[in-house]
């Protein structure tokens, strides 16, 4: 994902249906994960570390 949809992501929390609960609140990790490691598709993994 980009680093603007990272942000949006961030800010914003996504809506999901209560059997989808597990899995919606795993992506949002991932992307705060995602976004205080400024970490997107424009930059490469191995910089990070």
Known sequence: ???AHI???FRHDIF???K???QAL??????CFCF???IHAGNSWSEKH
């Open 16 to 18: 999901y249906e209560d």
């Open 20 to 22: 989808d609960a597990h």
């Open 1 to 3: 994902m980009s680093a």
């Open 7 to 9: 942000n949006k992501l």
């Open 36 to 38: 205080y490691r400024k």
């Open 26 to 31: 795993l992506f949002q990790r991932v992307a």
